[in-house]
Every structure is written in C-alpha cells, then in structure tokens.
C-alpha cells in the first residue's frame, strides 16, 4: 500500500506529465523531514544536458493570474488603480487555488508543506527564543500587516470568487492567506521570460524554461537573442530544488540551487532555516528615527542628512571584520575594497583635518557614519558647518552645496570621535537587548553543544530514558534554528563593538 507521500508524488507526476513537464535526466522524491521533496539527478545523460523543461504557461506569474477566468478581472481593476503589485496578484491566486473543490492545481499545491518554518509560523514559546534580535521585531511587524491586508483586500474577494466559483464548502481564513504567502516568499524566483511572452501581440506558443548543469534558461520560438525579460513567479518542477552551495551534479544526488548569498536572518524569515557558522551572516544596526526628537537641532540635522544623502541604518556583513582591527581569517572582497576606496576619498577640504591613519581600518560604511557625525554634532561644530557651506556658495542663491561638498564640511567641523561614541552606544544597547531577551553568547554556544535536533515526539521519550540525557538537550529543529541565528548576532555584535571601541580610541588619540 503507497504512503501519503507517495500517493502525493504519483498524482504529482501525472500532472506534470498532462502539462507536458519533461523530467528528462532527474527524478523528484522525497528527501526528508526538514526539506519535504526534492529534485534528484538519475541515471542516463542528454546531449544537451537539459535535466528538466516546463511550458512557460504552467509558471505562476503576473501575467497569468491577470488573464485567469475567475481571478483575472477583479485583480486587472486593482492593480490598474495601483492598489496592489505583482506580488500580492501571485499569492491572491495561491489563496485562492487552495480553496476550490475543483482546482486543476491541486496535484501541485498538495505537494507543497501545510506549514512552514520560518518564524512568521512560530508559535509563541519559540518566538520567545528570538526576543532581542532584529528578526523578532520584523517578524511581529510582518505578521501585524498581513492581517490588515487579509482583513481589508483579501478575505471578502477570495470569499466572493469562492462564491462565484461554486462547489466550495469553506470560507477564506488568515491561515489560507499565511500559507500562501510563505509559499511565494520561499518557492519565486526570477524567470527568464521572452518579451513576447511578457508582452504578447498574439498568444505565444511554445516557449519553455530549461534547467540544466549551467543553470536556468527559456526558449522561445519567436524571441530572438537579448530579448528576455526577467519576472518574479514560481515553476511548479523546478521550486524543488532545495538550497546548497555544492559543487557539479553527480549521479543520483539531489539537485541543489543557490539561494544567493544570504545571512541566517534572511534564510530563518524567509524559508524556515539557517547554517550554522555562515560565511555571509550580518548584523542590522540603526539609529531610531524617534531618537532625533531629543537631539539638539534636530529638524536642521535631519536635513543636513538628508543632503548628505546617507543613512540611518547599515548592514555589517561578517566579511568587513576581514580588514579591520582584529582580522580573523575572514576574506575581503573587490566591493569591500571598492568601499574603503571611496572611504578614502572623501576626505577633503581645507587640510586642516587630516585623513585618519586608521581609515583603511574602519569597516562601518560610511553613509551610515555620516549620519552619526551629523547626529553627534554639537552646537559650535553645528554653525561651523554652517559657516563652511555659506563660504562655499558664496552668496550664489541658486548654488547648492552637492552631497560630497556637505559631508567634507560636516567632517571637517566633527571628525570621528563624536560618531565612533554613538556607535559604540549603538552597538552596547544591541547587545543588553540580545542578552536580556536570551542569554549570552557563551550560554547559546553552551546550548548549541548539548543540542539533539529532532521534530519526533518519539525521541523525547527515548532521551527521557537515556543514563546520559543529561548531556544532551533535545529541542525542536525551530528553536535550534532561532539559538544558531540569536548566537551568530551576538557574536558580530560583540566584534564589530571591539572593532567600534578600537576605531574611536585612535580618534581620540588623533583628536578626531
């Protein structure tokens, strides 16, 4: 007798074969529990290496939900009005599909998880393992907005079209509306699509989506070279294809893709996991908006950020530590360089404030450190900024001090320290967060070391019984995913604030 998963898989195939998806050189089976099903190479090779080929008009895209029977005029009226984007028109369908009793969809939307899990599916004791971080508040910001567009756009639409459709007992919940979107955030990617598939004149026919060894691409009968266009959607086949950084195909191996080069909070919000030790993992850190209310001339420096055109917030990749203070083994790349570069050149005015000679040390952008000097500025350094963009115009009305022009002024007046000081206070407050909401860097280290990873009722009571459980801590895979996410930001926390700490006492030291 077929397993569930089984039985799923047979539908499935059918219906890609009724689609006319050819699985040429790979098979889809099932992989395991944290990943569901996946794409494996098999036996034999193509001349071509083409692995798999999907008719374009079996991608879920803009395109096709805007020309969809039942769908198609009520999203046409709202995204001509600029209510909605491409977007919300691919995970309305996903709602929506869901919910028909006669979806012709639904041999692919059962192979799809009923829950998943990143953290907008977290329930409420594995939020409280995130409390501190970034991800937390983003993760309770998400959720409060996706009420409020299932409360206002979607329920009462899908609720109608399900009327309309006939033949569905159910009604639309907020859970429908979750699932889809989780499905598009963690299965769309960028197609390659002819332009004329994108902008038909007439019906195209026979374009397909190829992959193979070297990657993703679409034919078209009519496009010629250079015409593709590259729009977000999914393609039921290929969305199997779970993530890894490997190497060549091999035989009987599962065919793996490259998310890209993404931190642990980009993989746990969008797809439900992380890598421990991960090469590309940052740390977010942002001056508050609100906090300019108490700030001396606050209006005035909120303008002066503004024409300086720099940021409130900055990303700090791991990678940056590579050429600061306290390198560890950590390599540079050519936009790392690029950017200590142009770090170097912005230094100039007068010459009475010299270039710093830590500057190819310092691994905080500069966008971000400028609205530090300009937010740090005292009142004397405030009308000597002044003073030097006055000088600069020289009474020239319709002469505007460009960006580069303001930044100079704004450091010759402050130099570093002022900045480097609200940095380091950034960065402390960062890290009591973290640790008042979980623990310390050492404690979560400590965990990771005891951690059994298992989603198994079955094991709890096995490890229940074992003489040495209490070497071990079985927790669920969502909160050893949260611990390895919480310990990674406190250890870029912690050394991008040594980096932070050492770059502000050479500022003192050179009285900048």
Known sequence: ???EHEAKLDLFLQWLQLNRVQLRCCKIKYSD?????????????????VLLVVPLDLAITPMRVLQDPLLGSECRAMYDEGDVDDRFLMILFLTLE??????SWKPYLDMIPSAFANSLWFNEGEMLELKGTTLYRATELQMTSLIFVYENKVKGLVNRLLALDGGSESEVTFEDFMWANCVFWSRAMNIPLPHSFVFPETKETGAELQIADQGISATSARSSPGETLWVEGIVPGIDFCNHANEGPLQMEKEISISYGNKGNEELLYLYGFVLKD????????????????NVIFSDSKLQLIHAQKAELKCLLPRSLLGHGFFPEGTSENKADQKSKVEHVCNYSWSGNRKTPAYVNKLVFPDDFLTSLRTIAMKEDEFFKVTSLLEELVDGNDERQPSDSEVRAAVWEACGDSGALRVLVDLLSKKMMDLEAGTGSEDSDFYLLQR????????????LATATDSDDYELMSRNRWASVVYRHGQKQLTRLFLREAEQALNFALREDN
């Open 278 to 293: 991960n090469p590309d993992d940052y740390l977010m850190v942002h001056y508050p908006v609100e906090a300019l209310e």
């Open 451 to 462: 951690a059994r990873v298992s989603d198994d009722p079955a094991d709890t009571a096995r």
């Open 98 to 103: 869901r919910l028909r009793k006669n979806s």
């Open 33 to 49: 529990s944290s990943k569901g099903f996946g794409l494996f190479t098999a036996n034999g090779a193509t001349d071509d290496g």
């Open 1 to 3: 007798m077929a397993t």
